[in-house]
């Protein structure tokens, strides 16, 4: 368990770089990271995913705060489409972690490493977006919100990379989009977090320091070092060319997807 933890230390100063430099959850690297390290420590095959997908929404919860504190200093959030979304969110969520907890774990890594491809190719893909916002309706917002809760749910993820495009999409502009995505990770993350607790807790099988599917150890080490080095990748955003980065993080995504893939189809 020692060992875990120094490990995902120094994990989560990468991937507490990564998520200040591009604004990301951190469900993207954590859950392959996590998969990779529980499955070398033993971890039944049937328990992996659940168990990668559910820390990663546990870190998710420390790092939305600060996230959305910070949004909230600037006076970003524009929080009736916050309170929308989340009313579809949590019940997507909770029917996420349902049928994640029903299907089978190769399927679950399969439709992660699809999602990954999907994220990659919107990374290496981007445009800006110059023209007049569209507001959604209030019922558009729900509907959506159930759909990214769902999602985000399933695979471990802060939503970001569902949110951002959805609003974007209708020319928001790109702090509030961003700060909006932020803000709503955060009943991703509490909710995702305590079900996938809950639907665990009398489950056998799972390693000391678990709380349901949640695994304590990782979870520690990530948010404690990643804490850290978060405002680092953000002053680092500042100062180099995050767009063409972005472009390389794409490869590292493509690659890990493959992997992926790789293991479930060899």
């Known amino acids: 368990m020692l060992e875990i933890l120094l490990i995902c230390l120094a994990f989560g100063c990468f991937s507490g770089i990564l998520a200040g430099l591009f604004g990301l959850g951190g469900g993207l690297v954590l859950v ?7 499955e070398a420590h033993g971890i039944a095959n049937d328990l ?3 168990m990668a997908v559910a820390t990663s929404l546990a870190t998710i919860v420390i790092t939305s705060i600060a996230a959305t504190l910070t949004h909230y200093r600037l006076n970003a959030i524009l929080w009736q489409y916050v309170f929308n979304l989340s009313y579809g969110i949590v019940i997507g969520v909770v029917i996420g972690a349902w049928v994640a907890d029903s299907i089978a774990s190769d399927t679950l890594r399969f439709v992660f490493a699809l999602y990954m491809l999907y994220a990659a190719v919107q990374m290496a893909m981007q445009s800006k977006l110059k023209a007049k916002f569209k507001p959604l309706a209030a019922l558009s917002l729900k509907i959506s919100g159930l759909s990214i809760g769902f999602v985000s749910s399933v695979l471990g993820i802060g939503g970001g990379t569902l949110t951002v495009p959805l609003l974007a999409k209708r020319q928001m502009p790109m702090r509030n989009a961003v700060a909006i995505s932020s803000a709503c990770g955060l009943p991703i993350a509490v909710i995702g977090t305590l079900s996938y607790a ?3 807790w009398q489950k056998t099988g799972l390693p000391e320091g678990s709380v349901g599917y949640v695994y304590l150890p990782a979870f520690l080490g990530i948010v404690i070092s990643s804490m850290l080095t978060a405002p680092l990748g953000a002053k680092l955003a500042n100062k180099l060319p995050t767009r063409q980065l972005k472009r390389y993080f794409s490869l590292l995504l493509f690659a890990v997807a493959g992997k992926l893939l ?3 189809f060899a």
């Open 262 to 264: 790789w293991v479930i």
């Open 198 to 200: 809950y639907l665990g």
């Open 48 to 50: 992996l995913m659940l």
């Open 32 to 38: 392959p990271f996590f998969l990779i390290l529980l």
